[in-house]
């Protein structure tokens, strides 16, 4: 395992330039204390690796060291290979890079690996686009990736959602993010101040020569994380409680709009059975909806199959809402 970590340290700092004793302890999963008497193995060993001060600094190698890598373990190949190129891949020019670059790395394998390469890829595809596939129009996306490869201002016009009226933004781009088939830029204003903007919404997109004014100490990656715990925690909750038929229960792990917080199980729970012998164990579940509303409204799609025990505004919203069915089929 310290072996495995010792390489997996040289490849971040050759790749990287230089990364802090956190950033290293967080990404192996090990404590601070460990890094340091890694870095002190490496150093015996004879690695040119040495701590930089200051607030730019950290572990770096040795300018000009190189560490020659022996090649790709079975495992490891056949991980790089496992997959089609993601949607992002596509969108970003780059599907056609990642299908040359494979049948490079084909070609310089041995007869056996490439067999194994090939075995694989016949027997595993990953589909990373999920049944809700939203395809949005991106005519600017292009040239959002050359102002962030490039460090360049961007001028454009940008609608915030519903019925607003565009307006004209001049932004510092930081990076790009796709969240399931949405892009997003991560742009900073003239206050320095990281915003979200959905890439489908941006209009009339042009180039500056002035360039990005990145804030100090950014990062995408967290950033984004603190943007979406933010999102949720500010998304109105709606909770509920219910006896699920297990025949239902997978269709309600998967359906839009309603999160299954805790499955309860109990003896309670055998609420009637599909014959006089075979008794049915109903589950127990703590529910998690938006609204009142989007929950009547779920609810009905399973008909008799889900029982709602609690709130009582739940029940009765969802029997007034079958009185009403029931009269309108009725004639009266």
Request: negative net charge; charged residues 25%.
């Amino acid at each position: 395992m310290r072996a495995d970590r010792l390489l997996q340290i040289m490849m971040l700092l050759q790749t990287r330039g230089g990364m802090t004793t956190r950033e290293l302890a967080t990404r192996l999963e090990v404590s601070e204390r460990t890094i340091h008497r890694d870095m002190e193995a490496l150093s015996t060993a004879g690695v040119p690796v040495y701590a930089e001060r200051g607030a730019a600094g950290g572990w770096r190698l040795m300018e000009g060291y190189r560490a020659d890598w022996a090649g790709l373990h079975k495992d490891e190949l056949l991980a790089l290979l496992a997959a089609e190129p993601h949607r992002h891949l596509t969108d970003l020019g780059f599907g056609d890079a990642y299908e040359a670059a494979v049948l490079k790395v084909l070609a310089s394998l041995s007869p056996s690996l490439r067999r194994d390469a090939d075995y694989m890829r016949q027997r595993v595809y990953v589909d990373a686009a999920g049944w809700h596939h939203n395809v949005e129009d991106l005519p600017w996306l292009s040239l959002l990736q050359e102002a962030v490869w490039e460090d360049r201002k961007l001028r454009f016009r940008y609608a915030s959602g519903g019925d607003s009226a565009a307006s004209e933004r001049i932004v510092s781009p930081l990076g790009l993010v796709l969240k399931g088939s949405l892009w997003y830029l991560i742009a900073a204003g003239v206050d320095q101040e990281p915003r979200t903007y959905r890439i489908s919404r941006i209009q009339d997109a042009a180039l500056l020569d002035e360039p990005t004014v990145r804030p100090d100490q950014f990062n995408l990656a967290a950033y984004w994380q603190r943007s979406v715990d933010l999102f949720r925690s500010g998304l109105p909750h709606y909770a509920a409680h219910a006896l699920v038929h297990p025949s239902v229960a997978t269709r309600l792990e998967m359906t839009r709009f309603v999160r299954v917080t805790a499955w309860l199980e109990g003896p309670e729970d055998e609420t009637s059975s599909t014959s006089a012998t075979v008794p049915v164990v109903w589950r127990k579940a703590e529910l998690e909806f938006n609204t009142l509303s989007s929950a009547c409204e779920i609810m009905l799609g399973f008909g008799t199959m889900i029982r709602v025990l609690e709130p009582l505004e739940l029940r009765e919203a969802l029997l007034e809402a079958a009185n009403n069915i029931a009269s309108m089929y009725s004639g009266k």
